[in-house]
């Protein structure tokens, strides 16, 4: 079975911290994804990588940068945290190529911001 | 552009009834549709997805849902419904000309199955 591993569950944060979110898979998919989940908005993509070291923007990157130094592995980096970035993020991975293939998700990180 | 809607925010359902979790899509061409179930403090599973070939698709836990070109819909229904299928269902879309581009997924339906 896949598995989608995230660094934590639950994380508290300070306005002006740097945050770090890691995720990692044991598939060697080539593609991974970051998504934030709001309630009443539904799973909205940040940032996704097709391979190591590339990253594409997704749907609401600001405030955000992403590292992909290894192929099961990638970071989701708030710079300058900010409570309007309080949120559940979820890291999702996939077979590179065929986009008819299934996501796997990872548990999810839920952010508080304070 | 691709998108997808999910009417419903919530759909309440007594258990042994049937459900349906209502889903639509806009794409070019012709779409790759997904269905997701999320339970409480938890990631996204995988329940089901089109590709081609056959409308009606055969997922997990006993989902089914029905690919309808004509109206762009891609309704998850179940015959009879548990109390343990309450969580939040998710629709995703993408065509399959779009290159590279990602998933599309619909803001989210919580299903509620009362006793």
């Known amino acids: 079975d896949v598995k989608v591993t995230q660094s934590s569950r639950y994380l508290v944060k300070r306005t002006g911290e740097k945050v770090f979110l890691e995720c990692v898979q044991d598939?060697?998919?080539?593609?991974m994804f970051w998504y934030r989940q709001d309630p009443g908005l539904g799973l909205r993509l940040i940032y996704f990588s097709y391979d190591v070291k590339m990253k594409e923007k997704g749907d609401i990157p600001e405030g955000y940068s992403v590292s992909r130094e290894k192929k099961e592995r990638f970071s989701l980096i708030l710079e300058s945290a900010s409570t309007n970035q309080t949120s559940m993020y979820l890291c999702a991975s996939q077979t590179g190529g065929y986009f008819q293939e299934t996501q796997y998700f990872g548990p999810g990180t839920r952010l508080l911001v304070l | 552009a691709q998108s997808v809607a999910q009417p419903e925010d919530q759909v309440n359902v007594a258990e042994g009834n049937p459900l349906t979790v209502k889903c639509t899509y806009s794409v070019s061409g012709n779409p790759y549709l997904f269905w997701y179930v999320q339970y409480p403090n938890r990631g996204l599973q995988f329940l089901l997805k089109y590709i081609t070939g056959d409308n009606l698709v055969k997922g997990s836990y006993g989902f089914e849902a029905e690919f309808n070109k004509s109206q762009t819909s891609f309704h998850l229904k179940k015959p009879s419904a548990l109390v343990s299928d309450s969580a939040l269902y998710f629709c995703?879309?993408?065509?399959?000309?779009?290159?590279?581009?990602?998933?599309?997924f619909g803001k989210g339906t919580r299903l509620s199955v009362i006793a």
């Open positions: 995703a879309v993408r065509s399959r000309n779009s290159g590279n581009t990602p998933l599309v």
């Open positions: 598939m060697d998919h080539e593609n």
